[in-house]
């Protein structure tokens, strides 16, 4: 797009960075897994294309990682997890170059791909499976990259093809996607416009009918995914949030906003990048004409206000105490409205100020990650914790949620576990699995405090064998079942 070639130079600092921020926030290395990541493992040992389609128990965020990483799976002798560690950082890698045909020069590249694989405190679920944020923007970068060359001038109409087949699956990953084209056909209302009535108007029979048939198919596609997805009440009872949720989000952005402003937050890089955001946004929105800009950097700011504030809007997010990670396409969207402006394209003194800024905002945002690691955490479970003899003989284990399914992550084939029938369960199958052993280990961290004597769990009765048994950081007991 831009006059910039992309050489080779680009990629190996695209490889390098990647490697180093797999060392970093990969699963191999990642101290605080948790349920919402090992589901992707479990989900890449027995991946359905019947009924898996959606991550388990809802009805939203397609399996796009757990079904590539079960195809492989179901090739190699590779471990469930170790697959799903490398195909995360190959969306990841995708998603990068994607959007890199959106940005004019190699600085403001590598200035991307930094953002990209060490984003700030708030934005670390980028990087990791329980969410598919990697994949939706890697999907939605994809999209625009044959979108744009569809609008070229050389009526290469064949573009819309994998545009279709890119924007579907980006929809089917995230709901959220459908923001992105709705703002997108605003936008280029008129281009689109023009560019359909030609498509029309040609006489290539076999284009028009396969755009028909594609979009027949993947429409069918999202149908049949949502009808064979769990419903959750959490989730369908209401899309928008009341008046009072809704200033409850708004107290906490406000709160979140002036602890940054003041350098209370978590931490003091998170004021860093937050002042030279702000700075950089002042320099180019001061002279509109001052610096070329893209023809999709409105795009993405236009993507960036309007997720923020539809986000904002959500019931989901007020009773998810309006965790910041729901608005990482925001954050990213907002980068992307920045780097798309030529910054070499103005007075070479603003040159210098926006590239230092561009620095400051990487480097802010990955002290900010890195600080992550520095803190006191509830829950310290790494592979190694899970990689020793316990794990690699069959066993049944019941604990809380977010103790739960991490443990089957290092041998899903053997180890089954579910969480305890008080607390969110996604997968039945898995509890029957689990109960279909005599003997089940009861995990008591985040749960209980002591192993009582009996227990009743699913409607099965189970007595107490042995009260406590040590396995790294954990306590576990182990009962029998009561027939």
């Known amino acids: 797009m831009w006059s910039t070639k992309i050489k080779a130079i680009d990629w190996g600092f695209l490889i390098l960075v990647a490697l180093a921020s797999f060392f970093v926030s990969g699963l191999p290395n990642y101290p605080f897994l948790n349920s919402d990541i090992a589901v992707h493992v479990l989900m890449t040992e027995s991946f359905s294309f019947r009924y898996d389609l959606y991550y388990w128990g809802q009805d939203r965020l397609g399996s796009l990682l757990p079904m590539a990483s079960n195809i492989i799976y179901r090739l190699t002798s590779l471990s469930p997890f170790w697959i799903v560690a490398i195909v995360k950082w190959i969306y990841l890698i995708i998603g990068c170059a994607a959007f890199w045909y959106f940005i004019p020069n190699r600085a403001q590249r590598w200035i991307w791909t930094c953002l990209w694989f060490f984003p700030a405190y708030e934005m670390m679920y980028h990087l990791l499976p329980g969410h598919p944020y990697a994949e939706q923007m890697a999907l939605v970068g994809l999209a625009l990259i044959f979108f744009d060359r569809w609008l070229k001038p050389i009526k290469n109409h064949w573009n819309v093809l994998p545009l279709i087949f890119l924007a579907t699956l980006s929809i089917w990953v995230s709901d959220f996607s459908v923001l992105f084209y709705v703002v997108l056909f605003v936008a280029f209302f008129k281009s689109i416009l023009n560019r359909i009535k030609d498509l029309l108007q040609i006489k290539n029979k076999l284009l028009l009918s396969s755009c028909l048939a594609l979009t027949a198919l993947m429409l069918s596609f999202l149908v049949f995914a949502k009808l064979t997805a769990a419903r959750d009440a ?18 906490l952005m406000w709160f979140y906003t002036t602890d940054t402003v003041l350098f209370k937050s978590v931490s003091i890089w998170n004021s860093v990048y937050f002042f030279a955001t702000v700075f950089l946004i002042g320099i180019v929105s001061i002279k ?170 699913f409607g099965n009765e189970m007595e107490l064998i042995q009260s406590e048994i040590k396995e790294g950081n954990f306590r576990f007991a182990m009962y029998r079942k009561r027939y």
């Open 234 to 251: 959490t989730y369908i009872t209401s899309m928008f949030a009341n008046a009072e949720q809704l200033q409850h989000s708004i107290k």
């Open 288 to 457: 509109p004409n001052f610096f070329k800009r893209s023809t999709f950097t409105l795009y993405f700011l236009w993507c960036s206000i309007s997720g923020f504030l539809l986000i904002l809007s959500l019931r989901w997010l007020a009773i998810n105490h309006v965790m910041l990670k729901y608005f990482i396409p925001v954050f990213f969207f907002l980068w992307l409205g920045l780097l798309t402006v030529n910054w070499n394209s103005g007075k070479k003194a603003f040159t210098w100020l926006t590239t230092a800024l561009g620095i400051l905002i990487v480097t802010g945002c990955a002290y900010s990650i890195l600080s992550l690691y520095q803190t006191d955490a509830e829950r310290i479970i790494s592979y190694k914790n899970l990689d020793t003899p316990f794990y690699k003989t069959e066993k049944s284990i019941i604990g809380d949620y977010w103790r739960s399914y991490v443990f089957a992550v290092s041998n899903p084939e053997i180890i089954k576990a579910t969480p305890h029938d008080q607390t969110t369960v996604r997968n039945y199958k898995l509890v029957a699995e689990v109960l279909s052993s005599d003997t089940i280990y009861v995990c008591l961290d985040g749960w209980l405090d002591q192993a009582p004597k009996n227990m009743k769990q």
